[in-house]
């Protein structure tokens, strides 16, 4: 089957970015991302916003993603969207277009697992990438999510640690917002950290059972601390921007790095791979990166455009699907929350 030409279009609207990618054969020919600038005043994404601005992206989203592809619609095998996990109104765009297009076009439809995909993204066919080999472990971490999953195949996954409470991706978003810094504030605190020292200040680690996550005492923790901190000199966080983002990372990626060195030692699989958008975080890079010297792990970080919310994520799951012939009909319907 693989001798065969296979076009596939992925389509990605599972929170507030519209993505469309076109993968010939794994090889990603575009991938095409609409940001909406729309949330930035309201600190966080709104599910109704989002939905209309769906709506208004997705057409110009998928025309450009098969113009810079140079194909027409008409030579795509197979249609491939995300079905969740993600907000109900943004996902049923997705859906209802992916669906209407296949139909028109009389090809197969494939539906994808967000969080499945983050992880399969490692696939995608890039030159100098080397993929992940099975089993292998994969922490996923973004906005929405925390988890450690063991991979044993393509299609054989198991969460085995996950966040009890908030994502990290939140805990980054959250503390910046309690600095005073604009939304989204994850990539500004690893920014800024860059030029602080980590060990300024102490935040809380939470304790937690197993492979598990916990976020949210800490989130309250650095609430707590800038309070208490700005009561007592107001100019506070101007003073010590660098050092409170530093100190903040330094301790959220404590936290991942002793869950993922946990899973290595319970399984015994050293092969690391990241997906998720928190997973653009130099200094989790960086903690990975050194966990080859230190603990003898051979880690899979993918390309920044691989990270955050994209369709190319999307289209590479949908041509392993498409090589296994798992296709599904007109009778699916977008979840908010999903289990792989």
């Known amino acids: 089957m ?4 296979v076009y596939i279009l992925g389509i990605e609207s599972s929170c507030d970015d519209t993505a469309a990618a076109v993968l010939y054969n794994g090889t990603v020919l575009s991938n095409v991302v609409a940001t909406q600038k729309i949330h930035e005043q309201y600190g966080g994404v709104v599910p109704e916003l989002a939905s209309r601005a769906h709506q208004q992206n997705i ?3 998928i025309d450009q993603a098969l113009k810079q592809a140079g194909i027409s619609k008409s030579q795509l095998s197979a249609i491939a969207f995300t079905k969740g996990p993600g ?3 943004s996902l049923l765009v997705g859906t209802s277009f992916a669906k209407s297009l ?4 009389d090809i197969p439809l494939i539906d994808i697992d ?3 995909a983050h992880i399969l993204a490692h696939f995608i066919e890039e030159e100098n990438y080397t993929k992940p080999t099975f089993p292998f472990l994969a922490m996923t971490i973004s906005g929405g999510h925390t988890q450690i999953v063991r991979v044993t195949d393509h299609f054989q996954m198991e969460v085995i640690g996950q966040t009890l409470d908030d994502a990290v991706g939140e805990a980054f978003d959250k503390s910046a917002k309690t600095l005073g810094l604009p939304y989204p504030g994850g990539p500004l605190i690893d920014k800024y950290a860059k030029s602080g020292n980590p060990k300024a200040f102490q935040f809380t680690k939470p304790k937690v059972n197993g492979l598990n996550f916990s976020f949210s005492g800490l ?13 007592e000199n ?5 003073e010590n921007l660098e050092d409170i983002c530093a100190s903040l990372q330094y301790t959220i990626i404590n936290i991942l790095m002793d869950g993922l060195k946990k899973a290595s030692k319970e399984t015994g699989i050293k092969s690391i791979a990241i997906g998720g958008g928190v997973s653009a975080n130099s200094g989790i890079r960086k903690a990975l990166k050194d966990g080859e010297q230190k603990y003898g ?3 899979f970080i993918p390309k920044f455009e691989y990270t955050t919310d994209n369709a190319a994520m999307i289209g590479i799951v949908g041509y392993l699907k498409f090589l296994n012939n798992e296709f599904t009909d007109m009778s699916v319907v977008a979840k908010a929350r999903t289990k792989f």
Do not use: D
């Open 87 to 89: 907000l109900m109104g």
């Open 297 to 299: 792990w051979t880690t």
């Open 219 to 231: 989130k309250t923790n650095v609430l707590y601390f800038i309070q208490k901190q700005v009561k």
């Open 2 to 5: 693989s001798s065969q030409n």
């Open 114 to 116: 967000h969080m499945q």
């Open 234 to 238: 107001p100019n506070f966080i101007k």
């Open 59 to 61: 057409v110009p989203v």
């Open 102 to 105: 296949a139909l028109a076009l």
